[in-house]
């Protein structure tokens, strides 16, 4: 699909196959690692699956090694600083702007935002997550109904060395227990796939050459339920999350997200507190 300028190739593949939409980021040389290119291309392929009526169940997908190494703060493709078609919200464009009015502007719509519009889409998604599933991209797993792993998947947020409590979508303590979460989150140190097992944050974890075919079956299982059962049955547990408290609890911290943003900024002129990819690379490591 046209997911970006006729100069790049585009960033997220799609295909269906019977009644299942594979999602397929496709930025493999950078990790999968997640622009406003990609952020809308996603938003336009779960558009596209939600509106047609043959397709029942969503898969996302990686290409390469990793699922995702999150956001992109590094890459060639690295666009943060232009202006984009926005779809989650009504914030104005953050591109024309300066300080934390440009950030909360440009955060509220593709990373909160964003992930609030998608996982309100009302069929299942299943992520196929391998190998990477780091700070951003854990925002991308977390907003899909159920998580199929590769043995060699791991998980990280190690932006608190950014001076951040966390990514933009906070939803660490719902996903993980709290205690957890806090080692999470205060350890930086990668989760592998069986222990994201033991604690539920994932469904099943498969051998990585049995990662597509598993993942495929699982949603096929899915897909045999009528349509609008599935709709509201998301429904309903997304409602039940919303009031053990992930949409307030979301927001509130976003606040805190953005006052280390400004500190940082203030301090040192660096919103992300002098960590660049290599940096962030190493620590997730
Ligand atoms: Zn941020």
Known sequence: MSGSDSASPAPVRYAVHGPVAVITMDRP?????????????????????????????LVLAGEGDHFSAGHDIGSPGRD?????????GLWWDHSDKEGAESRFARESEVYLGMCRRWREL?????????????????????????????????????????????????????????????????????????????????????PRAELTERTRELALRVAEMPRMGL???????????????????????????????????????????GMDVRAMKEASS
Request: glycine share 6%; hydrophobic share 50%; charged share 20%.
């Open 122 to 206: 009302p069929k299942p998604v299943v992520a196929s997550v391998q190998g990477a599933c780091v700070a951003g991209g854990l925002m991308l797993a977390w907003v899909c109904d159920l998580i199929v792993a590769a043995e060699d998947a791991f998980f990280a947020d190690p932006v608190v060395r950014m001076g951040i409590p966390g990514v933009e979508f906070f939803a660490h303590p719902w996903v993980m227990p709290p205690r957890i979460a806090r080692e999470f989150l205060y350890t930086g140190d990668r989760m592998s796939a069986r222990r994201a097992y033991e604690l539920g944050m994932v469904n099943r974890v498969v």
């Open 80 to 88: 943060a600083h232009l202006p984009f078609e926005r779809r989650a």
């Open 231 to 273: 709709a509201l049955t998301k429904r309903a547990v997304n409602q039940a999350e919303d009031l053990q408290g992930l949409h307030a609890g979301t927001d509130a911290v976003f606040g805190l997200h953005h006052l280390a943003h400004a500190h940082n900024a203030e301090v040192s002129r660096d919103p992300l507190g």
């Open 29 to 57: 040389r950078h990790r999968n690692a997640q622009n406003s290119a990609m952020t809308y291309a996603l938003d336009r392929a779960f558009y596209r699956a939600a509106d047609d009526d043959a397709v029942k169940v």
